[in-house]
């Protein structure tokens, strides 16, 4: 077990040293490809809370995503706010879209839930849509500069691409630690329970309706922090961000990588974006390659890559355990 | 005498469109005693214990539990109160430890859950207590155990911790020897009745075997077809001649 913690720990310290320092001697084109991999690893994360976490498959989550996206570019184009501030209402706007669509949506679980969040997530997608004087319809809103950092003392350009990579890290860290800080918590432990057998937990005493509740609230804000940033990436908020296909990455990622380990998601990301960056220099259907890489590891892997990959080195270490 | 009664139900149905799974029981469960609800397969035992923990509304009657009245009240507000129940199939928490299994019934009823970001394992008190139901049970050699890896008679015995971790006043077993060998009936059997001399708490079991019942229970209850037959202690219901009639037939000399 102690030579699992450390092997775990070397891990996390060598993905966080290269995350830190790569960009650093990086090209553009690398620091931009690791932004994007940085804000849908968090946005996997925000979504795996509801689905490894709690049990409930959301077809929906872009909504925040898109929530926060739009909030942020909204505030930085009409109001010209500095990062911080618009960052606080784009979370605030998502986590309050999130506690509305919710309420609603936990009353059913299962397939049920997942068709609630898929019907209020085309909602969401068609107000963005047709709403022309608040979201600019299907452009998008486009047009603003990235908003300076603020911090008091020191007012920062985010203009350049590594200023906004690290940025992005260092709220993306954070984002994913108060994650991980919430699936370790008492609370942490009713979600897994509920994932288990939600009939059980209320008979314990614990109102699930409150729980997933609560749940699908965090994870709404945490997508909304994605959004704002991948709104401010992007230099735009644009319908895609609420789209349906939107809500999928997500749950791609999270099967990819590993819905059971807290990092999986965060690496099914990454190996989605590596993929999709290789193959598309080959050819644009890259889709059916990911189709033919998910299918086998659904299939074979349920765990994910993460997951197997944990599972075998544990057997591994077991096993030398009692060779000695 | 009233103040010995700790459920009292009164007057209670529950249909399924036409067909009366419970029709117009009333009893009374005694505070301190091991009652067994006895009936042949779909005498409505469990329908019984579904309409009383909120899993189910009853068409009609009223629930009362330590005076106040729980007809009706949600399954998460009856456990509160202190009334709980294992079940008839195995309902753990699978994928979790056998630690995390007792520690969710621990966190609900000290009402952490909502603590968000302190982690669990700063919670020593908890963990103790955990630690205490799992030795008591006998399972505390398998705490850090997948759940789902345990042997068929261990799991049911989690499935009692998750119930005795709320700090019930009353426990409500569903065939807690269901699908159990003779060897793994023997150790449950000691094990309520270890718990039932530990704790005092009140017990409400169904049981299949005849021997398990006449054993442990104090007071019998006999549901036939929805309806209550006979309640008595195990003498009277061993000699009502309507019990061997209509149900127990030669078996109950076993």
């Known amino acids: 077990m102690e030579k699992g913690k450390s092997l775990k720990l070397a891990a996390l310290l060598a993905g966080a040293l290269f995350l830190f320092i790569f960009p650093h001697f990086a090209g553009v084109f690398a620091v931009l490809l690791l932004t994007e991999i940085l804000i849908f690893a968090l946005f996997a994360l925000s979504f795996n809370l509801l689905f490894g976490y709690t049990g409930l498959l959301s077809f929906g989550h872009a909504a925040f995503f898109g929530l926060g996206g739009y909030a942020m570019a909204f505030m930085v184009q009409h109001f010209h706010l500095s990062m911080l501030p618009a960052l606080a209402i784009s979370t605030i706007v998502a986590a309050l879209g999130a506690a509305i669509i919710g309420f609603f949506s936990i009353r059913r679980d299962e397939i049920y839930f997942a068709m609630l969040t898929l019907g209020f997530g085309m909602m969401i997608f068609t107000l963005v849509h047709q709403w022309r004087s608040l979201t600019g319809g299907s452009d998008g809103i486009t047009g603003f500069e990235v908003p300076v950092l603020d911090l008091l003392v020191k007012k920062l350009s985010l203009f350049s691409p590594w200023a906004y990579y690290y940025f992005s890290l260092v709220v993306c860290l954070l984002g994913a630690i108060l994650l991980w800080r919430l699936t370790l918590s008492p609370f942490g432990l009713i979600l897994r329970s509920m994932r288990e057998n939600p009939e059980r937990v209320s008979f314990v005493g614990i109102d699930i309706k409150l729980y997933r509740w609560i749940a699908f609230t965090a994870a709404g804000l945490m997508a909304g922090v994605a959004g704002a940033l991948f709104a401010l990436y992007d230099r735009m908020a644009s319908p895609s961000m609420v789209h349906w296909t939107m809500s999928a990455k997500p749950v791609l990622m999270a099967i990819l990588g590993g819905p059971r380990v807290f990092l999986g998601p965060a690496l099914g990301a990454l190996i989605f974006y590596l993929l999709e960056h290789f193959i598309t220099q080959y050819t644009q259907s890259w889709m059916i390659f990911l189709g033919a890489i998910l299918v086998p590891i659904v299939i074979f892997f349920p765990q994910g890559v993460l997951g197997t990959l944990i599972a075998w080195a544990q057997r591994l270490i077991r096993r030398e355990g009692h060779g000695e | ?254």
């Open chain 2, 1 to 254: 005498m009233e103040n010995d009664v700790i459920l009292s139900v009164k007057g209670l149905s529950k249909s399924f469109g036409k067909f009366y799974a419970l029709r117009d029981v009333s009893v009374d469960v005694k505070k301190g005693e091991i009652t067994a609800l006895i009936g042949p397969n779909g005498a409505g035992k469990t329908t019984f214990y579904n309409v009383i923990t909120g899993k189910y509304r009853p068409t009609t009657g009223r629930v009362v539990f330590e005076g106040r009245d729980i007809t009706s009240l949600p399954a998460h507000k009856v456990a509160r109160l202190g009334l709980c129940r294992s079940f008839q199939i195995t309902n753990i928490f699978q994928e979790n430890t056998v630690e995390e299994n007792i520690l969710a019934s621990l966190v609900a009823y000290h009402r952490k859950g909502l603590s968000l970001f302190k982690g669990l394992g700063s919670y020593r008190a908890l963990r103790e207590e955990a630690h205490r139901i799992l030795e008591m049970l006998g399972l505390a050699a398998h705490a850090q155990e997948v759940a789902k890896n345990l042997a068929y008679g261990d799991k049911r015995l989690v499935e009692i911790g998750i119930a005795l971790a709320s700090h019930p006043k009353m426990i409500m077993l569903d065939e807690p020897t269901a699908g159990m060998t003779p060897e793994e009936t023997e150790r449950m059997v000691k094990m309520v009745q270890k718990l039932f001399q530990k704790t005092g708490i009140t017990f409400l079991i169904t049981e299949h075997d005849m021997k398990v019942v006449f054993s442990i229970a104090h007071k019998i209850l006999v549901l036939h077809q929805g309806c209550l037959l006979a309640q008595g202690s195990p003498q009277e219901i061993r000699n009502n001649p309507r019990v061997r009639e209509a149900y127990l037939g030669g078996s109950l000399d076993a």
